[in-house]
């Protein structure tokens, strides 16, 4: 079983930029898709990003396509979300979580970690 621990949250101003790391223990990323979600107060959880078991394959939702970019290094178990141009709109909690297939709906992810808050300030 995989454990997921987000971390790079934080405050910033909008147009500043975070990376997110999302480290991986107990076993390897290799074999799964990897995917960012965020949840807003209130809100579900929601599609951000996810990439493929060899980091050639991306995709993103529309509200982040040219400003965040999902990468990989297997060799470290570890996925990144490089998130710039940031809106207070992207203000949420963070979380990365992993799937066996293609999926973008949250609940077919699972080893979802404790999440990370990004702020945004106007």
């Known amino acids: 079983q995989v454990q997921l621990v987000e971390s790079g949250g934080g405050l910033v101003q909008a147009g500043g930029s975070l990376r997110l790391s999302c480290a991986a223990s107990g076993s390897t990323l290799r074999s799964y898709v990897v995917g960012w979600f965020r949840q807003a107060p209130g809100k579900e959880h929601k599609f951000v990003a996810y990439?493929?078991?060899?980091?050639?394959?991306?995709d993103y939702t529309d509200s982040v396509k040219g400003r965040f970019t999902i990468s990989r290094d297997n060799a470290k178990n570890t996925v990144y979300l490089q998130m710039n141009t940031l809106k207070p709109e992207d203000t949420a909690v963070y979380y990365c979580a992993v799937a066996s297939r293609w999926t973008i709906r949250p609940e077919d992810f699972g080893s979802w970690g404790q999440g990370t808050q990004v702020t945004v300030s106007s």
């Open positions: 990439i493929n078991w060899s980091g050639d394959i991306t």
